[in-house]
């Protein structure tokens, strides 16, 4: 009876711990770290700024369109048009309306229009690649947890098999037909193994707490990651080429039309400084009128027989600016070589970067087929060990170097396993294949 109610409360505890804990598949992590990532908030924010700009830049074309109206009271003393001292008190009213616009001006509008929409082009593709580190962060971390999950549960099946022989040896013992050497020994590897089961434990909680904090949630919340499903023909399947590979990173990489659409960007900034050295055309046109106390013609006839019109043009030829003009000639070239080098910094990263993850990739895939092949072995000669120690026809030294040799043999599979799933999950993403989170 006492049993019967102890797994009753044992199940509902686990009941209630299951309906605690937050199930985060992989792809919902990627959506929650899209969502909280604060680099890719700053890098929205430098977006939404860069499109201001351009939206400014295509209002520039419109023409400056003011209006104005006052009103003033004067008191005193003034000369009048005979240059007579008279006494002057009155009302004055005006209005008038203005508008101006820029016809020529060596193209710099134009080129200012350019240079902000590759610069709102540039901002889209540094969201879009501050995303793609996002998620490689993510792919990695979580599987290293989920990595150091099959981890623990291999250490906790080698303990559960420890314990079981450790029991055999115990009753054995205790009928008088086995001895205490072999007990000890088993006591002693039992307690190392457990010492491992809580090492594996510590590395896990370790990596989720990491996983944990890149999604920037509460780490006193419970998380439960559940594992990715391998299909073996991925595990066996061929690798691409490293050139298609290449290729392929190459034309998808935001970094590289970030970089790309910045130079261009400098390059316009170098054609606009360089209009300040053209002659400027600009129009211009008024309207206005205006109404005083001294008069002794009514309100709406003086506004209307005191109308002015104008209309002008401005052409204005630069000849010396204390050499500013090229002054910022020469700073926007800089600012230019400087694009021109991080372009070719992104290449060579980008291209580092593809090098490096295609031969993790290929070694990860030959170690992980040497793993398995060295895997069936070690199952085959471990069961051999183990029929052979529990018949009396080996020994315990025997015995526990093939279940160390086991026991080594899945740690290596596993670990060959998800390395290579990272290395092509990630490669993947660098080429644009794999669509991961919203």
Not at 94 to 123: C, D, M, R
Not at 156 to 161: G, K, V
Not at 205 to 234: C, N, R
Not at 260 to 273: C, D, F, M, N
Request: charged share 20%; proline share 2%; hydrophobic share 35%.
């Amino acid at each position: 009876m006492k049993k019967l109610i102890y797994t009753s409360l044992f199940a509902l505890l686990v009941c209630f711990t299951a309906q605690g804990q937050k199930v985060l598949t992989l792809e919902e992590c990627i959506n929650i770290a899209l969502d909280n990532n604060l680099n890719i908030k700053r890098a929205r924010n430098t977006a939404i700024g860069a499109r201001s700009g351009f939206t400014q830049s295509k209002l520039n074309f419109l023409p400056f369109v003011s209006a104005r109206s006052g009103a003033n009271w004067n008191e005193g003393n003034a000369l009048n048009t005979a240059f007579e001292r008279v006494s002057v008190n009155n009302w004055n009213a005006n209005s008038s309306v203005n508008a101006s616009i820029n016809i020529f001006n060596g193209l710099a509008t134009i080129n200012t229009l350019t240079q902000s929409k590759l610069q709102y082009e540039a901002s889209l593709d540094n969201i879009e690649n501050t995303m793609l580190n996002t998620k490689v962060s993510i792919v990695g971390a979580y599987l290293a947890v989920i990595q150091g999950r099959e981890n623990l549960n291999i250490s906790e099946q080698a303990l559960s098999i420890l314990e079981e022989q450790l029991s055999r040896e115990e009753k054995r013992e205790a009928a008088g037909v086995g001895n205490m050497e072999s007990v000890y020994n088993f006591r002693s590897r039992v307690a190392n193994q457990r010492l491992d089961v809580v090492s594996n434990q510590n590395r896990l909680k370790s990596g989720e707490l990491t996983l944990i904090q890149l999604l920037l949630l509460d780490p006193s919340d419970d998380y439960e990651f559940p594992p990715l499903t391998v299909s073996d023909a991925l595990l066996s399947s061929s690798l691409p080429e490293y050139k298609e590979v290449y290729e392929k990173t190459i034309s998808f990489s935001p970094s590289l039309r970030a970089s790309e659409s910045q130079l261009k960007a400098s390059q316009k900034g170098v054609q606009i400084a360089k209009s300040n050295r053209l002659p400027s055309l600009g129009a211009s046109a008024g309207y206005s009128t205006g109404w005083t106390s001294s008069s002794d013609e009514t309100f709406l006839d003086q506004y209307d027989l005191n109308q002015r019109k104008s209309l002008g043009f401005n052409l204005s030829i630069p000849i010396f600016n204390n050499g500013r003009t090229s002054n910022q000639i020469q700073q926007a070239k800089v600012r230019m070589m400087g694009s021109e080098l991080d372009l070719e910094i992104a290449k060579n990263t980008l291209t580092n970067l593809v090098q490096q993850a295609y031969l993790d990739l290929v070694n990860a895939h030959s170690q992980y087929q040497a793993a398995n092949e060295n895997m069936e072995a070690l199952n085959k000669s471990f069961e051999f060990s183990k029929n052979r120690y529990e018949s009396g026809t080996t020994d315990f030294v025997t015995y526990l170097q093939n279940l160390n040799e086991k026991n080594q043999g899945e740690f290596r599979l596993a670990n060959a396993k998800y390395a290579f799933l990272l290395r092509d999950l990630v490669l993947k993403l660098y080429m644009g294949e794999q669509q991961l989170g919203n």
